[in-house]
């Protein structure tokens, strides 16, 4: 049974930064493709940053292209989801996914199957 668990979240100022972690456990990162995904309140689930599991480099939404980069560390058996330039429209739950290997669908929510608790990211203006 794979299990992850988000930290890393809190409050930040407009324009600054955090760096959100993911530790997987009951599984190798290295063979699972990870996904971030975010829910603000009243809005529907929505894919942030997805890396596969035989990928360097990750996917991003629009909204966050070049501000946020996933990234993994098979020794540490983590993903983390560096976020910088953040925005007031950034605040969220921030959930880490993970599933076995796969190549398709990275940010499709319901393509999942491991999910974290959700760890809070707060942007004040």
């Known amino acids: 049974q794979v299990q992850v668990v988000e930290s890393g979240g809190g409050l930040v100022q407009a324009g600054g930064s955090l760096r959100l972690s993911c530790a997987a456990s009951g599984r190798t990162v290295g063979s699972l493709s990870m996904g971030w995904f975010r829910q603000a309140p009243g809005k529907e689930r929505e894919f942030v940053a997805a890396?596969?599991?035989?990928?360097?480099?990750?996917n991003y939404a629009d909204s966050v292209k070049g501000r946020f980069t996933i990234s993994r560390d098979n020794a540490k058996n983590s993903v983390y989801l560096q976020m910088n330039g953040l925005k007031p429209e950034d605040t969220a739950v921030y959930y880490c996914?993970?599933?076995?290997?796969?190549?398709?669908?990275?940010?499709?929510?319901?393509?999942?199957?491991?999910w974290g608790q959700g760890t809070q990211v707060t942007v004040s203006s």
């Open positions: 890396i596969s599991w035989i990928g360097v480099s990750g």
């Open positions: 996914a993970a599933k076995a290997r796969s190549l398709t669908e990275l940010a499709t929510w319901a393509k999942y199957d491991y």
